[in-house]
């Protein structure tokens, strides 16, 4: 008979507070290896061994075939999206893919040709990035890309 009457009383509970269906709606399709937090409204994904960068709609910020080996965190107002080229010089030889700007996500290419390296210090400073070319020669690029 107790048994009966705990089997009414649940019911009654499900009843007064019916249970509602929740729609998921996925940020992105599952298809990253990993998926962390990276900066204000930015997550940063892994697949395959690349690094991505996606907003809160799911919208990619790096253009296609531009995935990178390692994106630093914001500073100065740009992250480096960087490639390893060699292997065994990994934190040496860091080639710039481009960098991305904090303030309005935009990518930016480096307008100048040939292949250019971090130094040192490879954050922008006061609109600056000191880089090297091929030779070992260091310059500058600017916000814009150019040098």
């Not at 019916?18 to 599952?30: D, E, F, G, S």
């Amino acid at each position: 008979m107790k048994a009966k009457s705990l089997f009414i009383l649940i019911l009654m509970d499900l009843m007064a507070f019916p249970l509602h269906a929740t729609t998921v709606k996925w940020l992105t399709k599952p298809e990253y290896d990993v998926i962390r937090y990276y900066s204000k409204d930015i997550f940063k994904c892994r697949k395959n061994g690349k690094y991505q960068l996606i907003d809160l709609t799911g919208k990619k910020l790096l253009p296609s075939g531009f995935e990178a080996d390692s994106i630093t965190d914001f500073r100065g107002g740009y992250a480096l999206v960087l490639d390893f080229p060699d292997e065994k010089d990994r934190n040496l030889n860091m080639r710039i893919k481009g960098f991305l700007s904090e303030s309005d996500h935009r990518f930016v290419t480096l307008k100048e040709k040939g292949v250019f390296h971090t130094t040192f210090y490879s954050y922008f400073s006061e609109g600056m990035l000191v880089a090297a070319n091929d030779k070992g020669k260091l310059g500058y690029f600017n916000t814009e890309g150019t040098t």
